[in-house]
């Protein structure tokens, strides 16, 4: 896993974001379909974001430093405290700058502030089987396989199946205070 992201940062997405999100979404419909659905529309992003009102779910804007132009989004989703300390990741590039690495920097900065400051344990990433990009993405991020999840989400109008890959923090790890004891 990449260390040191360099040419990108996270930047919490907020309401504020709406017509750059959508505008980009909107640009990406070819990059995105039948993998997964944003919200395109004023109403649609405002209805998702409230997914993360209760602090169960994180969503990020990837932006280059350079340009501060928005390369990308990313979620840590379903966080689970206990004896799992977990999450599962989605993520998606934006066209026009798809292809440039910067999803690989920015998954790692994802992954840095859940392994650090969220202190998750373990981070999941579902991947339908033929989208070659995702699977090649969190194999490079020191994903491993799991196994396939029949039916998994329902996607661009169908159930489909997912590969689950994983990935676990890197030793030494601080665990949350929700973590019990024995």
């Known amino acids: 896993m990449p260390t040191n992201p360099t040419r990108v940062e ?11 999100f959508c505008s980009l979404v909107r640009a990406s419909v070819e990059l995105h379909t039948p993998w997964m659905q944003l919200p395109s529309t004023a109403e649609a992003f405002r209805t ?49 700058s798809a292809g440039h ?15 650090g400051e969220l202190r998750l344990h373990r981070l999941e990433a579902s991947i339908q089987p033929a989208n070659k990009a995702s699977l090649a993405l969190v194999k490079r991020l020191g994903f491993t396989y799991e196994g396939v999840s029949p039916a998994y989400l329902y996607i661009d109008g169908a159930w489909r199946d997912h590969e689950r890959w994983a990935v676990t923090a890197p030793s030494p790890w601080t665990p949350d205070a929700s973590l019990p004891a024995v």
């Open 10 to 20: 996270l930047h919490p997405l907020t309401l504020a974001d709406q017509d750059e």
């Open 48 to 96: 998702w974001m409230h997914r993360f009102d209760d602090g169960t779910n994180r969503g990020f804007l990837i932006r280059v430093k350079e340009t501060g132009e928005a390369a990308g989004t990313v979620n840590i989703n379903s966080i689970i405290r206990g004896r799992y300390q977990g999450a599962s990741l989605g993520y998606a590039a934006f066209a026009p």
């Open 101 to 115: 690495g910067y999803m690989a920097e920015g998954v790692a900065a994802t992954m840095a502030h859940a392994f």
